[in-house]
């Protein structure tokens, strides 16, 4: 048990300095690989938290998937500028201010609610208990999710469809 | 590590892509912050479902994250969409909601 | 009398069909447009009234009192008003006056103003047949809802119908202050109807009637209300000092004059004084008041006629006198005798009008110095005339004779002497100004006017070809009708004498003879004769003389009166709503264009700046969660 918070530290360490650098980095292409980075380490602290099969599906799905479709992404329209693509903020300050002032109150909340210190001893396969809920009870929406996922497609083709 | 660990965590992680969101020029890089916020959410999700023992807070994350990559796939689409009508991926000159 | 057509149901016929005369020509733009088409169809639906007031006069005895009615503005409890038709004695024979001389103008207006133009001739049949229906709705009328309805409506005619020329401004302007100046009294009578039914609690004629009798109306405050209503009827007949819309009114055209101005509407405020005689008898007061004004109305209209040299303005100068005649005798307490001297008088004027009208058309001037020797060229003209002046001044054997004394008698039985006096100095002058009339239109030498005919001066009076000669058939007939009728009138009231209230003293018939004939001779001596210098008899009376040829600078009074009060109060009051009313909305409103014009720098467009507004609203989320309650 000695090892969760070591691990949890360097995780947050990691996820926290990937997602600065998200934010941060001029180079747009850098951008895509530190969020990278934050979704796999994400995934770790899906670990930690006991649900392999969701770390699994972050690695699967947003490492995996979303990166592969933004840098696509990129590529596509650096081609179609013909110029790397910069990427540069504006506001840094207000925005500095804002987001902040968000942190500070999500922070000033979480500290006022009695939470629990302990997690309660696992019964069972988290795996199993969430096969078992998409199949029983949460079968409308999952299937409405594939539903979802053709009409994406169909969208994200027609959109992004050659000109003609 | 007690559950507020994660949620402080999970809170940071939030903070930053609101940032993101509020300072990038570059339409890509607005989705990008957007991605980060969702991620806080789901380990929020995941962090309450575990310490809760409801595995309603799995099966949510699964969707939010099956959502989030529909979402990526359309919205990006859109940015090629924008770039190729209006030659630019700076939000700053997409106003055309301007009053 | 057969149950179904009793006296009320033929009365409602005769209120209907120029009601429904209106509506077809109002609604029925073709047929309205046919200018002539429109007048047949007109007279067909009067003539149908005609014949259903008559029915419903012989159907209906001295006593005999028929009713139709209906609910309107129902509210709770009990409906607030009634309309529809009061069939007796009194309503009935005005009821057939009015059909009659309505007839008769309708038919006699196909000539007169047959040169206008279809459309100008429609609108005017239109106006005509709603006027019919409004007089015969007042006349009808069973409460004083219905009555002030159509007392506002026939105003509206009479407006509408001064103004058929509206082109001429003259026109105009002479329409705007008829309907300016009845307004004023209108006020009163509207007024007074509500005071009246705060005081009883009812519109209806029969059940204040019934109060009135049971003597279960409080005499407190009543006088006001009488007076109120008396106000009414001094605006509508011409009363001293709203008498100065009257004249004007002849700028519209001579069977308008004679119908409206003359016959019918002008004495529904003696009409009104008549059918609540039973009121105003309970206060003696404004019954003194209405005596006293209808006398001095009397003798200065009288006065004023003598300088007129407008044949139309002299008749309605005379109109406004005999109106001022009937008042008298209301206000000395005999309602009847003023109500039949308005039915005499209805005739007799009407007469007159049509046959100056006559006048009028063949030589297209108003001015009666620029006539002459018109009794050789327009014989049949100058006969009928000759009977309604005759009439007029009270010569026995003629329509106005009975009426006009018993006047005169009720006037000495019922009231003070001054009034009297005034009525019997008025009938002197009533005689003379009528034969100077007669004598310088129809006698001497043919003026210019007289010798070239009508020359088509002045607006719709037909150009007639060569000298001035009798009017046509059509315009003919009607005056005969009338000239029969008014010595008909005459020789039967002076066979049979109607029953009087009181007792006609036997020297007032020769009285009033004898200054009938001294005012006849002495026109006759000034304006035939030429004994005696009409200069050298304005100079004697020079004052009087001057002040007349000024109308007693009533109408100069009037305008300084509007100038100096309503312009003094209607200058800060227009101040006041520009600036201040209309300022304060103008600051708003350039507030709230400024305000969102600034406002509007907030939609960037920009879906970033969007975002800041959703995480203020997390914020603010946040905050209200976390306030310490």
């Known amino acids: ?164 | 590590m007690p559950l507020q660990a994660y949620l402080i965590l999970a809170a940071v992680l939030f903070a930053i892509g609101l940032f993101g969101v509020f300072t990038r020029r570059n339409t890509v890089g607005i989705l990008l912050g957007i991605e980060l916020m969702l991620n806080a959410v789901n380990i929020n999700l995941v962090a309450f479902a575990r310490f809760n023992g409801d595995a309603a807070g799995f099966i949510f994350t699964v969707f939010t994250i099956c959502i989030t990559v529909a979402e990526v796939a359309v919205g990006l689409a859109l940015v090629i969409l924008i770039f190729r009508i209006r030659r630019t991926a700076t939000a700053d000159h997409l106003d055309l909601l301007r009053g | 009398m057969t149950p179904v057509l009793d006296a009320g149901a033929l009365a409602l016929l005769a209120l209907l069909l120029p009601a429904a005369a209106f509506v077809l020509l109002a609604v029925a733009a073709p047929v309205r447009r046919a200018g002539r088409v429109a007048g047949y169809v007109s007279i067909l639906f009067a003539l149908g009234a005609l014949g259903a007031a008559l029915g419903a006069w012989r159907a209906t005895g001295p006593a005999d009192l028929s009713l139709r009615l209906w609910e309107w503005l129902p509210a709770d409890g009990w409906p607030v008003a009634m309309v529809g038709v009061l069939a007796d004695a009194d309503s009935t024979v005005m009821l057939v006056l009015v059909a009659l001389v309505s007839f008769l103008v309708q038919v006699y207006s196909l000539g007169y103003l047959a040169d206008e133009p279809p459309g100008g001739l429609g609108r005017y049949y239109t106006y005509q047949s709603l006027f019919a229906f409004s007089m015969m709705g007042l006349v009808l009328a069973p409460n004083f809802v219905q009555l002030f309805m159509c007392w506002e409506l026939v105003g509206l005619c009479s407006y509408l119908l001064i103004g058929y020329w509206y082109q001429r401004p003259e026109a105009a302007r002479a329409a705007v202050k008829a309907f300016w100046t009845t307004k004023a009294g209108d006020v009163g009578l509207l007024i007074g109807i509500v005071l009246l039914w705060r005081h009883t609690g009812t519109f209806d004629f029969l059940e204040l009637l019934q109060m009135a009798d049971g003597g279960e109306i409080v005499r407190d405050g009543l006088g006001v209300i009488t007076f109120c209503l008396y106000l009414g009827a001094v605006g509508k007949s011409a009363q001293f000092p709203l008498h100065v819309w009257l004249p004007d009114a002849m700028e519209g055209p001579t069977p308008v004059s004679a119908l409206i101005h003359a016959a019918t509407m002008v004495t529904a405020g003696v009409y009104l004084l008549v059918r609540t005689a039973w009121l105003f008898s309970l206060t003696p007061d404004v019954l003194a008041l209405v005596g006293w004004v209808g006398a001095f109305t009397a003798l200065l209209a009288a006065v004023l006629a003598c300088v007129q040299s407008d044949i139309k303005r002299v008749l309605a100068y005379s109109t406004v006198s005999q109106l001022g005649y009937m008042m008298a005798a209301i206000g000395a307490g005999f309602a009847a005798v003023g109500f039949l001297h308005l039915l005499t008088h209805g005739i007799f004027k009407a007469l007159l009008f049509l046959g100056a009208g006559a006048v009028i058309h063949a030589v297209g001037t108003n001015d009666i110095f620029a006539m002459g020797g018109l009794a050789r060229r327009m014989p049949q003209t100058f006969i009928v005339f000759l009977v309604g002046t005759l009439s007029l001044a009270g010569i026995p054997l003629f329509a106005g004779f009975f009426s006009k004394e018993a006047i005169l008698g009720a006037v000495w039985v019922g009231g003070p002497l001054l009034p009297f006096v005034m009525l019997v100095a008025a009938a002197f002058l009533t005689a003379f100004y009528m034969f100077r009339v007669v004598f310088v239109a129809f006698f001497g030498a043919p003026g210019a006017a007289a010798a070239v005919g009508g020359h088509g001066t002045g607006a719709g009076h037909g150009p007639g070809a060569g000298p001035a000669h009798d009017a046509p058939a059509v315009m003919g007939g009607p005056l005969w009708v009338l000239a029969l009728a008014a010595l008909a009138i005459g020789i039967g009231f002076a066979v049979a004498h109607p029953a009087l209230e009181f007792e006609l003293l036997g020297w007032i018939t020769p009285l009033a003879v004898a200054v009938a004939v001294g005012g006849i001779a002495l026109a006759w001596l000034t304006y035939q004769r030429r004994a005696i210098d009409a200069e050298a008899l304005a100079r004697a009376f020079g004052p009087v003389h001057r002040a007349a040829l000024a109308r007693f600078w009533l109408d100069d009074l009037f305008i300084a009166f509007y100038r100096l009060l309503v312009l003094a109060v209607s200058r800060p009051v227009g101040w006041i709503d520009r600036y201040i009313v209309d300022g304060i909305l103008n600051v708003l409103s350039a507030w709230t264009l400024s305000a969102g014009d600034h406002l509007r720098r907030i939609q960037s467009g920009q879906a970033q700046d969007y975002v800041y507004g959703v995480a203020l609203g997390i914020l603010l989320l946040l905050v209200w969660s976390q306030w310490p309650r």
């Open chain 1, 1 to 164: 048990m000695s090892l969760e918070p070591l691990a949890f530290g360097g995780l947050s360490v990691v996820l926290v300095g990937s997602a600065l650098a998200v934010v941060l980095v001029k180079n747009l292409f850098h951008a895509v690989l530190f969020l990278a980075l934050a979704l796999t380490g994400t995934a770790g602290v899906f670990l930690l938290l006991d649900a392999e099969f969701l770390a699994a599906v972050q690695l699967l799905l947003y490492a995996g998937g979303v990166v592969t479709i933004v840098v696509f992404a990129i590529v596509v329209t650096e081609r179609l500028v013909g110029d790397r693509l910069g990427q540069t903020s504006r506001f840094i300050g207000s925005g500095m201010a804002v987001a902040g002032a968000v942190l500070v109150g999500l922070l000033l909340f979480i500290r006022q609610e009695p939470l629990a210190e302990v997690r309660p001893p696992l019964d069972g396969d988290v795996t199993r208990a969430i096969g078992d809920a998409l199949l029983t009870r949460y079968v409308l929406p999952f299937e409405v999710l594939a539903l979802l996922f053709l009409v994406t497609l169909l969208g994200a083709l027609y959109f992004a469809r050659p000109e003609d």
